[in-house]
């Protein structure tokens, strides 16, 4: 069966200091690959997304980058964090190939900039 | 104009009632639906998608779907306590698109 880690699970960061969450998934080839941003009390807005290694495409300008270095593998990144970018950040999968199929998400990573 | 919309709520049902959660969404390429549930500090878990129109059942939720009126709605029978959450709508004209959310709230 699929799995999907992201990590880590919770982190406080300074204005101005640099971000990297992490995101596997198991048990499938070439996954489709997202990065959601979910503010307090907001749904949730998608910041990046994969349909292939080191494919990536942006949906909102900002301070935040992704790269996919291995198949299964997502990272999301910044060089250096605003308050703005506080909250839960989600990775998601979805069948490749199958652009109306469903998304399975990680755990989330909340993420609380000082 | 929001490319799908949710009433924030929060909505607010006696046990054992029906919820009915709503949604709209501006792209008419859309093929396909979704609602999601999320639990606090928890991601979203799919409870149903739907692609056509009319309705699909799924135990005791039902979710209706109308592209002419481009409205999608999730119904829940027999509300349970368990089932406070937010609810989430999701459409996938290339890439899933949310709405802000629904919180439901069951009251025992």
């Known amino acids: 069966s699929q799995t999907i880690h992201q990590w880590p699970a919770t982190l406080v960061q300074p204005v101005g200091s640099p971000l990297s969450l992490e995101c596997t998934v198991e048990?499938?080839?070439?996954?489709?690959l997202y990065w959601y941003r979910q503010a307090a009390g907001r749904g949730l807005q998608l910041l990046f997304y994969?349909?292939?290694?080191?494919?990536i495409s942006s949906e909102v300008p900002q301070n935040l980058s992704a790269s996919r270095p291995q198949d299964r593998q997502f990272i999301l990144s910044s060089k250096k964090l605003l308050l703005s970018d506080s909250g839960f950040y989600l990775c998601?999968?979805?069948?490749?190939?199958?652009?109306?199929?469903?998304?399975?998400f990680g755990e989330g990573s909340r993420l609380t900039v000082l | 104009q929001k490319e799908v919309e949710q009433n924030s709520g929060p909505l607010s049902v006696p046990e054992g009632a029906i919820a009915s959660l709503n949604c709209t969404y501006s792209?008419?390429?859309?093929?396909?639906f979704f609602w999601y549930r999320q639990y606090s500090g928890k991601s979203p878990e799919l409870i149903m998608f739907?692609?056509?129109?009319g309705d699909k059942e799924d135990g005791r939720f039902t979710a209706q779907l109308n592209k002419a009126s481009q409205y999608v709605s999730l119904l829940i029978r027999d509300s349970q306590p368990s089932d406070s959450a937010t609810y989430l709508c999701?459409?996938?004209?290339?890439?899933?698109?949310f709405g802000a959310g629904t919180r439901l709230t069951v009251k025992p």
């Open positions: 994969s349909v292939g290694i080191g494919q």
């Open positions: 792209d008419r390429g859309s093929q396909s």
């Open positions: 999701a459409v996938n004209p290339l890439t899933m698109r």
């Open positions: 739907i692609y056509s129109n």
């Open positions: 048990g499938t080839s070439n996954p489709n």
């Open positions: 998601a999968w979805s069948v490749p190939g199958r652009n109306t199929g469903e998304l399975f």
